[in-house]
């Protein structure tokens, strides 16, 4: 409504419904591979001189469940706002926006073995003859000790190391909470537009075998806290003005029709999460160790804040790596939370030049230069970092640590976003 007329309040909401994505890549197209539709068959103890006469088995099945549930993934929407009509021709517009998700799909583990299982004595191998350690490295093959027998189980996407078998429920939320201003001109020699948002985007995305709450909300991947771009036209004035010298024909064709065009942004970087592994270990192993779990990675311990400040940030040393230690056995992967590391942001200049050259005195016609610039000050945009620690199996030393003789080490910034180099493109254009 309109407090005045310079002043207008608005506010709104909606609710969202979500259907289940069925696309190649979505949720419901993956119990096309499920028994008996697809059966994948196994050899055990052969070789290729042997592969026409072994006999292939079908342990373990690998499935793919979805919950019974049959829960609708819901979003609502809701926002309120200010708009005022500023001096300058400026519109101000302040507002509050928020979004609540439910029943969102989530990843759970499915068939997972518990934690602590691979130290248990009657998950040990009696075959391997030697003294039985009850620390992960004389346990059995994991599927044999599973919930339930003669199924896979597992999750990849969360650090295991079994089959990457997913178990879709609607467990899932997010909420997103924003401050947002802008402020536009778009009348007289100086246009601009101008965004600031100050936001917080926190959800689950996977599961977790006994807290999925209090192991895995924290920052989305999409989260960007802080955000600035602004977009700019201005119209140069031209030196040929009536009375001067200037004001003739070649000095109208020359003075006359420049404008400057830009659009800047800024950003903050996407959030990471650490991870570790152990020297001469593989991650089934040092999951069996430091969790009991094949299926359940450990976390990193955090003992301070790794986010080092702006100015203390280079190359080598994006985050503080002292921070950084390996989980103690007895972990069930909640050693610290998930993305706690703010990655590399963004920092971009497009800018572009054009002039005019009218066709004729009389005539709506002209031709136009365009010297066009994008990231002008060849800012370099790196796009993330070595966030995989390794630490000695023994003395729980980090050996990565990125330096000038490891370049690519554990810390370091190590890739460049796409086309984040400066690109000047010319073009003409005529206008009929």
Aim: proline share 6%.
């Amino acid at each position: 409504f309109a407090v005045n007329d310079k002043t207008v309040v608005r506010a709104g909401g909606a609710i969202f419904y979500e259907r289940i994505a069925t696309s190649a890549i979505g949720y419901t197209t993956n119990y096309l591979t499920n028994p008996p539709d697809v059966q994948l068959s196994q050899m055990f103890y052969g070789n290729l001189s042997t592969i026409a006469s072994s006999g292939a088995t079908a342990f373990p099945l690998q499935i793919t469940p979805l919950s019974t549930d049959g829960k609708v993934p819901t979003t609502y929407n809701f926002s309120g706002g200010i708009q005022r009509e500023l001096p300058l021709n400026i519109l101000l517009d302040v507002s509050y926006v928020g979004t609540q998700s439910r029943h969102l799909v989530e990843n759970i583990p499915f068939n997972a073995v518990p934690f602590g299982s691979a130290w248990l004595p009657e998950n040990q191998d009696p075959t391997l003859g030697r003294p039985v350690a009850f620390d992960g490295t004389t346990t059995l093959p994991v599927n044999l000790y599973r919930p339930y027998a003669g199924y896979g189980g597992g999750n990849t996407i969360l650090g295991g190391a079994g089959s990457s078998i997913a178990h879709y429920t609607f467990g899932g939320s997010a909420n997103y909470n924003a401050l947002q201003i802008s402020a536009d001109r778009r009348r007289g020699r100086l246009q601009f537009g101008a965004t600031y948002t100050w936001s917080k985007a926190l959800g689950t995305t996977v599961g977790h075998l006994t807290d999925t709450r209090g192991a895995n909300y924290g920052l989305l991947a999409l989260d960007r806290s802080h955000g600035l771009t602004f977009n700019y036209i201005y119209d140069i004035p031209s030196l040929a003005k009536p009375g001067t010298w200037l004001d003739t024909g070649l000095g109208r064709q020359i003075f006359d029709g420049w404008q400057l065009s830009g659009l800047t942004s800024m950003s903050v970087g996407s959030p990471l999460t650490l991870d570790y592994t152990l020297t001469q270990t593989g991650n089934p192993e040092r999951n069996r160790r430091i969790t009991g779990s094949e299926d359940m990675a450990p976390r990193v311990v955090l003992t301070c804040n790794p986010n080092l400040p702006h100015g203390e940030r280079d190359l080598l040393r994006y985050i503080d790596v002292s921070c950084v230690q390996p989980a103690p056995k007895g972990s069930t992967g909640m050693d610290s939370g998930i993305n706690t590391v703010r990655g590399p942001g963004l920092h971009t200049w497009d800018v572009s030049l054009f002039k005019k050259f009218q066709l004729g005195a009389e005539s709506a016609r002209y031709l136009q230069l365009r010297v066009e610039t994008f990231n002008l000050f060849n800012h370099t945009q790196w796009g993330t970092m070595n966030s995989v620690a390794q630490f000695d199996r023994t003395t729980g030393a980090l050996l990565n640590a990125a330096s000038p003789t490891n370049r690519d080490g554990f810390g370091a910034l190590t890739q460049t976003r796409a086309n984040s180099q400066r690109i000047i493109q010319l073009a003409a254009k005529i206008y009929f």
